[in-house]
């Protein structure tokens, strides 16, 4: 389980290292508002490697 935990942690700062470089103004943006916007983002990216991995590891 500590596994799965870590890789999912460096997903996240990835994905987070990622969206900075394309956006940066648009994160601060989103910061700025502190909604639940924010958090949706991040999961729907988390989901969408996670998905995207299991993908790879079927083919």
Do not use: D, F, P, W
């Not at 700025?32 to 949706?40: D, F, P, S, T």
């Amino acid at each position: 389980m500590a596994h799965v935990a870590s890789e999912n942690q460096m997903g996240a700062s990835h994905g987070l290292l990622s969206l900075s470089r394309q956006g940066g103004n648009h994160l601060q943006g989103i910061s700025q508002r502190r909604n639940g916007g924010c958090i949706e983002a991040m999961v729907t990216i988390l989901n969408y490697r996670k998905s995207l991995r299991c993908q790879l590891v079927q083919h």
